[in-house]
């Protein structure tokens, strides 16, 4: 094999090297600096297009260096104690890496990390409570810049804001923020081994019993159920579905469940990738109740073509309204109602596939332990001809 090579253009030296991919294949590579001084590599086929391809940046480099005569005479002394110094470039990387990181403002840094999530494709719903979180950081806390942010001024200010809410729900705004300080810290506006808002203290969850409907209950939201968000309320409590499968946020990029993924003949609705939360495909079996109440009203296109429920739209919307009739809407409550009553009947493992989740998380997280007798009512409830 061929040895290194060293591309010079006046003060600028490359070195171009083989390097063997991890599937054994052999390239040429050499390494450089950004101008914000982080380390590249440049991968070529062969060495000829590498050694083409380093002179080329060799130039470009070389370039962008200036004349020392044209600079200011306090400029210049600033120079000459620096090369006095003999630096290396990793030495003026360190230097550019201390630099941004004594100066990253916060609002930039949670503008610029809210953007990167926006384009890796998470969905609108988390980008929002994500914004909503960290813009609530910027605006309250009095630290500008994220490197002064210390763990007494975050704890105070998350105890404030979060110190009476529910466990879980203290866990989930911790959990944003050590991602966001995480981010940082690779992109090396940081370098602390452990964030600071990893050391705030985890509190303990005590597990609640999921909300879980009585087939009472279920027969009533059957019956008051408006016909526009039938299919939402069908799909959910009896469909193993999510709210947001079957009535995606507007800004989302998910494709609603829709008619066409009814296969009555073949007594399966096949949940697409496009619209599982997921991301991936999933059966579930046409039970009595989702013939009987959606089978003659079946179209074309979206099941649902009004406004997503809201959980927490005020007393005009669907969840409120039928929420009256059970004594109050309960999160999930049809989700959970489905995984329950129907590992009763299939057990939970089955289950689990039908609904696009583990066993473990239906067992923990959605599982109330029902009465086989209730299962049968609860997929007993048929419309009446």
Same mark, same amino acid.
């Given at each position: 094999?061929?040895?290194?090579?060293?591309?010079?253009?006046? #003060?600028?030296?490359? $070195?171009?090297?083989?390097? $063997?991919?991890?599937?054994?294949?052999?390239?040429?590579?050499?390494?450089?600096?950004?101008?914000?001084?982080?380390?590249?590599?440049?991968? %070529?086929?062969?060495?000829?297009?590498?050694?083409?391809?380093?002179?080329?940046?060799?130039?470009?480099?070389?370039?962008?260096?200036?004349?020392?005569?044209?600079?200011?005479?306090?400029?210049?002394?600033?120079?000459?104690?620096?090369?006095?110094?003999?630096?290396?470039?990793?030495?003026?990387?360190?230097?550019?890496?201390?630099?941004?990181?004594?100066?990253?403002?916060?609002?930039?840094?949670?503008?610029?990390?809210?953007?990167?999530?926006?384009?890796?494709?998470?969905?609108?719903?988390?980008?929002?409570?994500?914004?909503?979180?960290?813009?609530?950081?910027?605006?309250?806390?009095?630290?500008?810049?994220?490197?002064?942010?210390?763990?007494?001024?975050?704890?105070?200010?998350?105890?404030?804001?979060?110190?009476?809410?529910?466990?879980?729900?203290?866990?989930?705004?911790?959990?944003?923020?050590?991602?966001? /300080?995480?981010?940082?810290?690779?992109?090396?506006?940081?370098?602390?081994?452990?964030?600071?808002?990893?050391?705030?203290?985890? +509190?303990?969850?005590?597990?609640?019993?999921?909300?879980?409907?009585?087939?009472?209950?279920? +027969?009533?939201?059957?019956?008051?159920?408006?016909?526009?968000?039938?299919?939402?309320?069908?799909?959910?409590?009896?469909?193993?579905?999510?709210?947001?499968?079957?009535?995606?946020?507007?800004?989302?990029?998910?494709?609603?469940?829709?008619?066409?993924?009814?296969?009555?003949?073949?007594?399966?609705?096949?949940?697409?990738?496009?619209?599982?939360?997921?991301?991936?495909?999933?059966?579930?079996?046409?039970?009595?109740?989702?013939?009987?109440?959606?089978?003659?009203?079946?179209?074309?296109?979206?099941?649902?073509?009004?406004?997503?429920?809201?959980?927490?739209?005020?007393?005009?919307?669907?969840?409120?309204?039928? #929420?009256?009739?059970?004594? #109050?809407? %309960?999160?999930? +409550?049809?989700?959970?109602?489905?995984?329950?009553?129907?590992?009763?009947?299939?057990?939970?493992?089955?289950?689990?596939?039908?609904? #696009?989740?583990?066993?473990?998380?239906?067992?923990?997280?959605?599982?109330?332990?029902?009465?086989?007798?209730?299962?049968?009512? /609860?997929?007993?409830?048929?419309?009446?001809?």
């Amino acid at each position: 094999m061929s040895e290194s090579r060293v591309i010079k253009v006046k #003060g600028i030296s490359l $070195t171009v090297y083989p390097w $063997t991919h991890r599937s054994g294949k052999t390239h040429w590579r050499f390494a450089w600096y950004s101008p914000d001084g982080k380390r590249r590599y440049t991968t %070529k086929a062969n060495q000829k297009q590498a050694l083409i391809s380093a002179r080329d940046k060799a130039r470009e480099i070389n370039n962008q260096s200036y004349k020392l005569s044209e600079l200011p005479q306090d400029t210049l002394r600033l120079v000459r104690d620096f090369l006095e110094l003999s630096p290396t470039q990793d030495d003026l990387s360190l230097l550019r890496k201390w630099k941004s990181q004594k100066t990253s403002i916060l609002q930039e840094v949670v503008e610029e990390y809210l953007e990167a999530k926006r384009s890796a494709g998470i969905s609108e719903i988390y980008l929002m409570r994500l914004s909503q979180t960290l813009r609530k950081l910027v605006e309250e806390l009095p630290e500008k810049t994220l490197q002064r942010v210390n763990l007494s001024t975050l704890e105070e200010w998350f105890l404030e804001n979060y110190g009476e809410k529910a466990a879980k729900t203290r866990n989930n705004i911790r959990g944003t923020l050590v991602s966001f /300080w995480k981010w940082a810290r690779m992109r090396d506006l940081i370098s602390d081994a452990i964030t600071v808002p990893e050391r705030l203290p985890t +509190a303990k969850v005590k597990r609640k019993p999921p909300p879980t409907l009585p087939p009472e209950q279920g +027969a009533d939201l059957l019956k008051h159920c408006p016909p526009e968000y039938l299919p939402w309320l069908i799909m959910c409590g009896w469909g193993a579905c999510r709210t947001e499968e079957v009535c995606p946020h507007p800004k989302s990029t998910k494709l609603p469940l829709a008619w066409e993924d009814f296969h009555w003949q073949k007594g399966v609705v096949i949940v697409r990738p496009e619209t599982s939360k997921m991301g991936e495909k999933r059966i579930v079996p046409l039970n009595p109740v989702i013939e009987s109440w959606l089978k003659d009203h079946a179209g074309r296109g979206p099941i649902v073509t009004v406004p997503p429920p809201s959980y927490s739209g005020g007393e005009r919307s669907i969840t409120s309204q039928l #929420g009256k009739l059970i004594g #109050g809407w %309960k999160r999930n +409550a049809l989700r959970n109602s489905y995984i329950s009553y129907r590992g009763a009947q299939i057990g939970l493992a089955k289950t689990a596939m039908e609904a #696009g989740n583990s066993e473990s998380e239906c067992r923990r997280s959605y599982n109330d332990a029902v009465l086989e007798l209730d299962a049968k009512k /609860w997929f007993s409830l048929l419309r009446n001809p």
